[in-house]
DNA sequence: TCAAAATATGCGAATGAGTTGCATATGCAG
DNA sequence: CTGCATATGCAACTCATTCGCATATTTTGA
């Protein structure tokens, strides 16, 4: 456990969004000026490996992360202002499940993302 | 309509998989040996944006393509073999819109993936 | 507590998918 | 068939992310 880590960590845990690489760097210079892209670009990968953070792809090409302890989420993206709401569903959960059964699969992980407009 | 687009659609209508740019390059040689790849980048954002295509991310680095003229669906990808199955589901359509209209949005578009392994 | 071994860091260079500038080639309208 | 608009090939570029390497920090174990 490096002040390098330590300063990333806290980084994550103050972020109630869902930061890219960049922002999780500015914000962690904070706690450790010197700190370095790189050092966090390896320490996300070995967050991620670890499983402790969940690194998502909203499609503007930087990937996203988010502490993983929260309780099973899916994403919604508002278009018109690149807001991202979490949202989660037992019936969704439990037909993703069942739809892999059907195909003859047991569902290891999923992604899904809904891009929506406010409704006027 | 030029010689280059006729031999990246050719290559595209023979794909019965969910190609990337540099397969659809491959295949495209065999009408237009002569082909770039940055002419296979434009056109299939071109038709990307056309909408007669469909761009994925399937998580391994390169966006993979398909015809956009098929029945709504979504994807499973088989983890131990890479294969990606299409599949169906009229509730799951019906329960993304529903969410997203308890949300307060229209939705626009969507994205699910499932991740599994097949059942022993 | 301290030195050696192990691991992480910072830097800049490298990677790899995708894009772009530009001179040339091709397609299409008249 | 000519002229102009558009597309192409090539090589150079971008941008997020990774890597090599020399140095710095942590950990281990006596």
């Known amino acids: 456990m490096t002040t390098a880590r330590r300063a990333i960590l806290r980084a994550l845990e103050n972020s109630e969004d869902h930061p890219d690489a960049l922002m999780l760097h500015d914000r962690a210079k904070e706690f450790d000026p010197t700190i370095a892209q790189a050092t966090v670009y390896r320490t996300m990968r070995l967050l991620e490996q670890e499983g402790l953070v ?4 909203f499609g503007n090409g930087r990937a996203r992360y ?10 919604l993206i508002n ?4 807001e991202i709401i979490e949202f989660h569903d037992t019936n969704l959960e439990a037909l993703k499940i069942e739809i892999a059964k059907r195909l003859g699969f047991d569902l290891k992980d999923h992604r899904l993302e809904l891009y929506a407009v406010p409704r006027e």
Chains 1, 2 share one sequence.
Request: charged share 50%; hydrophobic share 10%.
């Open 54 to 57: 969940e690194k998502h792809d």
């Open 66 to 75: 988010e502490e993983a302890e929260k309780e099973q989420h899916d994403h």
């Open 79 to 82: 278009l018109s202002t690149g």
